[in-house]
């Protein structure tokens, strides 16, 4: 059985890719090996720029603007769908477990009513004349 290739997922290189097309490159002459080329074999890392080439434009808007999508708006973004989709996960299996076995569903329970508990621990400390929110003009 032939298995697909595991994608590299790791942040550094999906970024060096990304930004890769904003820094224009143009060959130089050639240098004199340097240790930079064999440290590069060393670490399996590819280098963004070999000794014979050197960087003559950095497009900075277009790096901040791929930086700032990668570190800031996609974590948040995925965060937001985290937090909705564990809001309604469970209500929603509950839910559907409960029509499958064919039980009808929970009552909807008035505003209020699991605090009853409360109002009655307030009433025998004598606050049964007081009021929440605001008093009603006459």
């Known amino acids: 059985r032939r298995r697909l290739p595991i994608p590299d997922l790791r942040f550094e290189q999906v970024y060096l890719s990304r930004i890769q097309g904003c820094l224009h490159i143009e060959p130089q002459l050639p240098a004199p090996a340097s240790e930079d080329g064999q440290y590069a074999e060393v670490t399996h890392v590819a280098p963004l720029i070999t000794a014979s ?12 603007y791929i930086t700032f999508r990668d570190q800031v708006v996609i974590p948040l973004l995925q965060g937001i769908l985290w937090g909705v989709v564990g809001t309604y996960y469970r209500p929603f299996i509950s839910l559907a477990k409960d029509r499958l076995r064919g039980k009808s569903p929970p009552p909807n329970l008035a505003e209020g009513d699991g605090v009853s508990w409360l109002r009655k621990w307030a009433k025998k400390l004598g606050f049964s004349n007081v009021t929440a929110g605001p008093s009603s003009v006459r």
């Open 53 to 64: 080439q050197q960087v003559t434009i950095i497009d900075w808007q277009n790096i901040a």
